[in-house]
């Protein structure tokens, strides 16, 4: 069977609208969607995990994300896009042409293919706090998105973890919908820059609770309402009641880490273990290889920008096709 002339690993926003663009330009993509059962890191992306999605424009009114993500796939399956419940279990872009093996989630079976262009979207997961109850109150009051989510808690009480510039960053912005914001850190020293740290501390919305962690979240009615937490360094064995409730939020800001593992000592990646591309493209450190959306973009982490990431993904991959005679 000759190589397929793209392969997409990632269904979030940036697969998917590579998957599109490939499509309507007749590369015959396929997606290898990943697992459509995981609570941390579901095929679909994290829109699979957020209930309404106000921000993605031509939704006025909104729309649930996993509404949003059935509609990329409709209209790349349009197309022509061709889909597998999989998930990759190795990859080689050693050689033309490219290898991927997976395991086709509805058969059990290992496959393997070929492929001239390789679009990864593979996304960046969420780090998140360990605690049982997380998986079933995200997307109802457990969130890692200030930009995404906090609208929702417009008047409302809710709790920042972390200690970074991204927890100060989202502090702030919470305060511009919630009616009180805490930090909980598990020291009293931070790792944000002072400026972003000033702002924090300076604004009146927000109270620090210091050499603390998150020890158990209090469900009421299937929406977060009460944070227990415990102390840490002069604090230890202390506990304390945080009540955020009704329906309070949680933002888990302790940072992100990419799906890059499939490639390791194959791509180049970024001190941070995101990919690494070339300038302003989608090129990684071999041709043929195109990175989209969050797996490489750890700054804006928006749906948006991951969509606009996978046209533009798309579009390198045909030129270098065409460039190539396939």
Known sequence: MDPKKVVIIGSGPAGLTAAIYAARARLAPLVIEGDPGSKID???????????????PGFPEGILGPELMERFKKQAGRFGAVYVS?????????????????????TGEDETIETRTLIVATGASAKYLGLKVEEQLIGKGVTTCATC?????????????????????????????????YVIHRRDEFRASKIMLKRAQENPKIEFKLN???????????????????????????TEDLAIG?????????????????FSGQLELEDTGYLKVVGGTSLTS???VFAAGDVHDHHYRQAVTAAGAGCKAAMDAEKWLEARGY
């Open 246 to 262: 009704p329906s309070g939020g949680l933002f888990i800001a302790i940072g992100h880490t990419p799906n890059t593992d499939l």
């Open 212 to 238: 603390r962690t998150v020890l158990d979240i209090i469900p009421e009615k299937r929406f977060l309402s009460k944070l227990v937490l415990g102390g840490t360094q002069k604090d230890e064995g202390k």
């Open 86 to 106: 999989g998930m990759v279990t190795r990859v080689n872009v050693r050689k033309q042409p490219f290898t991927v093996a997976y395991t086709n989630l509805e």
């Open 286 to 288: 071999v041709e043929g």
């Open 149 to 181: 989510d906090g609208a929702f808690f417009k008047g409302r009480k809710v709790a920042v973890v972390g200690g970074g510039d991204t927890a100060m960053e989202e502090a702030n912005f919470l305060t511009r919908h919630a009616e009180k914001v």
């Open 42 to 56: 579901p095929a679909g992306g994290q829109l699979m995990l957020t209930t309404d999605v106000e921000n993605y």
